[in-house]
């Protein structure tokens, strides 16, 4: 069986437990209220349960992403998140070799859709696109500064 995510992504290991809850949690949810980066602590911390399936930044980074022909078009080379810690885009790799050539791309997290295959027991991107239309689309550039 499979457990559909959608991809709101885990903001919530920056700082947003709730964005996470509403978005990632297949299974358990979390009694955390939302925290905000930059403010000041409250009191006493809060803290969350994490089940076994939850998707983490640390397993999505590098994930190859397939399209609907079940072909790989791309891999999730990296994650934007807003001032308020909202995931903004998924940044793919597209095309390259060992690191050459490669053609990056920031795409709408609401365009991938991560799964969980219970019988792999592995996690699965999907995009309905191609290749060729990844690699024609405007490039991301990492910003010089900040």
Same mark, same amino acid.
């Given at each position: 069986?499979?457990?559909?995510?959608?991809?709101?992504?885990?903001? %919530?290991?920056?700082? +947003? @437990?709730? #964005? /996470?809850?509403?978005?990632?949690?297949?299974?358990?949810? !979390?009694?955390?209220?939302?925290?905000?980066?930059?403010? %000041?602590?409250?009191? +006493? @911390?809060? #803290? /969350?349960?994490?089940?076994?399936?939850?998707?983490?930044? !640390?397993?999505?980074?590098?994930?190859?992403?397939?399209?609907?022909?079940?072909?790989?078009?791309?891999?999730?080379?990296?994650?934007?998140?807003?001032?308020?810690?909202?995931?903004?885009?998924?940044?793919?790799?597209?095309?390259?070799?060992?690191?050459?050539?490669?053609?990056?791309?920031?795409?709408?997290?609401?365009?991938?859709?991560?799964?969980?295959?219970?019988?792999?027991?592995?996690?699965?991107?999907?995009?309905?696109?191609?290749?060729?239309?990844?690699?024609?689309?405007?490039?991301?550039?990492?910003?010089?500064?900040?």
């Amino acid at each position: 069986m499979k457990k559909t995510v959608l991809l709101g992504l885990t903001a %919530a290991l920056i700082a +947003a @437990p709730a #964005f /996470a809850q509403s978005t990632m949690s297949p299974s358990t949810s !979390s009694s955390a209220p939302a925290a905000t980066t930059g403010s %000041a602590p409250s009191s +006493a @911390p809060t #803290f /969350a349960r994490v089940s076994s399936d939850e998707m983490f930044t !640390s397993k999505l980074k590098g994930l190859n992403v397939y399209n609907q022909n079940n072909e790989s078009i791309g891999e999730i080379s990296d994650i934007a998140i807003t001032k308020d810690n909202q995931v903004q885009a998924l940044i793919l790799s597209v095309g390259g070799f060992l690191g050459m050539g490669e053609h990056y791309v920031a795409v709408a997290p609401s365009s991938v859709h991560v799964a969980y295959d219970q019988a792999s027991k592995k996690w699965k991107a999907t995009m309905n696109t191609t290749k060729e239309a990844l690699k024609a689309a405007p490039e991301f550039k990492y910003p010089t500064t900040g």
